[in-house]
């Protein structure tokens, strides 16, 4: 019986295998590293709405690498994720959210602006996760309703009465909540009127599309028309021609995020439209 397992464990667990988990294993370590030694960093995207004022910006992270340089975001937070380290790393990036709108809330129109924060299923999951940003919150002393956070479809879906809880009690925190990539997961209209959301935020592949996808700009207007109803805001994000942003707004479409209005950067810079 034993002989056997031994015989499939070697026969499952290949050198390519072995190569996959140390590299892993390698990424979770330096993924540790990192955060006890400050190597991540936020950068700040701008929102605007349609006349191109900056309303706020959206924190992404990075990981300043001192060998592979600028890790985007996509390489280390579906790993920090399965090993637990996205808690940890979650908190420091609300943190230094926060920490970024208190140091506008002293001069206008800085103090206006908003930072929309990407928060992962993991973390959205813990069972403190309410009063992880509420401490944050009185910890910075930033004011909650400059403060955004953006969930996806897919981390909605799982039980849903307790996720409605959970962002009841978010909202009586009196923090935003944004609905990030929508239009690519399952919701239905019917749960979507339970969820205590302020924003749908179009995914960027309807946009990316649009000009050329009829059926991608019919989306769209739907979900315009979907928010309208449910009076919560719609932006779109991935804007990066002006012929998008002006189909957007024949769509109704009035607030927007892209490479056309501004990158990522780590100095947050608004709009110079
Ligand atoms: P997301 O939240 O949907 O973020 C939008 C992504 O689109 C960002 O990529 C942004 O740099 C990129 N982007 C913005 N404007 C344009 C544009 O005009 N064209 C194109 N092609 N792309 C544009 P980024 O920074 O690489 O982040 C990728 C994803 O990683 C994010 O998608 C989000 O899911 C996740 N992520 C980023 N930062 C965080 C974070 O702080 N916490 C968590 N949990 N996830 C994060
Ligand atoms: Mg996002
Ligand atoms: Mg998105
Ligand atoms: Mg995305």
């Known amino acids: 019986q034993a002989k056997a397992a031994g015989r499939n464990a070697l026969r499952f667990f290949n050198p390519s295998m072995q190569a996959k988990v ?13 955060l006890e030694h400050d190597e991540f960093v936020l950068y700040y995207q701008p929102q605007v709405n349609a006349q191109g004022q900056t309303l706020g910006f959206e924190a ?23 090993c637990g ?41 813990q069972t403190d ?8 919150l009185q910890k910075t002393g930033a004011h909650p309703a400059r403060l955004e ?10 039980d849903i009465p307790s996720v409605i809880d959970k962002m009841g009690a978010l909202r009586d925190l009196g923090v935003r909540l944004s609905l990030d990539d929508f ?12 969820l205590p959301l302020n924003q749908l935020k179009i995914d960027q592949a309807f946009v990316r599309d649009m000009l050329k996808d009829p059926q991608d700009a019919a989306i769209i207007r739907a979900i315009v028309t979907m928010g309208e109803s449910l009076s919560l805001d719609v932006i779109a994000e991935g804007v990066e021609l002006t012929a998008q942003r002006d189909a957007l707004l024949s769509l109704g479409c009035r607030y ?10 780590a100095q947050p810079t608004p709009c110079q439209m």
């Open 22 to 34: 140390m590299a892993r294993t390698t990424l979770e370590a330096d993924l540790r590293w990192a």
């Open 149 to 158: 956070l953006e969930l996806t479809e897919s981390q909605l879906v799982d």
């Open 183 to 194: 239009g690519t997961g399952y919701s239905s209209l019917a749960m979507l009127k339970r």
């Open 256 to 265: 927007y995020q892209g490479y056309l209005f501004g990158r990522p950067t």
């Open 85 to 125: 380290l996205i808690v940890p790393l979650g908190r420091w990036i609300l943190h230094t959210a926060c920490q970024q709108l208190v140091a506008w809330a002293s001069q206008a129109p800085q103090d206006q602006w908003t930072i929309a924060v990407n928060v992962s299923a993991q973390q959205f999951r």
């Open 60 to 82: 992404l992270v990075r990981w300043q690498h001192p060998m592979r340089g600028l890790v985007p975001p996509g390489e280390f937070i579906a790993t920090a994720e399965s």
């Open 129 to 136: 996760f309410v009063a992880q940003v509420q401490k944050v």
